[in-house]
């Protein structure tokens, strides 16, 4: 009985922790980023340093104020060609234009919905024959890295609770199975640790 309970609290509390986790992982990396210069910026003005929640607070409203104007400046001419300019130049940086322009195409092709996108999902042998897990389809030619890569197929094989912190596969198509289960819905299974299963999946 007891052990029935624990874990039928430990499920339903579950999905509660991951997500105050996220959240407290993005605010803690949000408060970083602007601790210095409001630090700083107190200091100038003989001013006590800014508590945490005042930090966490302002970090919040002024990336969702960058986003804002960020959209709306790629809605005008001259905003879109501040954004190529800003391109060139993060583009010409050692180091940084490794990381930025892999970030850029991936976010490039999730918006035009090429290259996978991740938008299909497929079962996968991982990380042994025998095991299975959801992949997402990332692109469908490997020729450029394997002899014979155009019958591979890459896949995202997301962690948990995690899943930003997953494994790039190649895969022999013959072996990639599709599953009747959509992108949220894998994502969702993933996050949770396999406890949400999704609807309906296809046998």
Sequence with gaps: MIRKYFLSGLFTLLPLVVTLWILKAIFTTLVDIFRGPLTWLAHQIHMPDPPTWGLALFSALATASMLLVVG????????????????????????????????????????????????????????????????????????????????????????????????????????????????DQALTWAVSGGVVVPDSPRR
Aim: proline letters at 7%; one cysteine or more.
């Design 72 to 183: 709306a400046l790629v809605g005008n001419f001259v905003g879109r060609q501040l954004l190529a300019w800003l391109d060139e130049v993060m583009l010409h940086v050692p180091v940084v234009k490794t990381i930025y322009g892999a970030t850029r195409q991936l976010m490039g092709a999730i918006q035009s919905g090429q290259g996978g996108s991740f938008n299909e999902v497929v079962l996968v042998e991982w990380p042994h024959p025998g095991s299975y897990t959801l992949a997402f389809v990332a692109s469908r030619d490997c020729s450029w890295a394997v002899p014979g890569g155009q019958t591979m197929i890459a896949v995202y094989v997301p962690t948990s609770p995690n899943p930003t912190s997953g494994y790039v596969v190649m895969v022999e198509a013959s072996k990639v199975r599709p599953v009747d289960v959509n992108a």
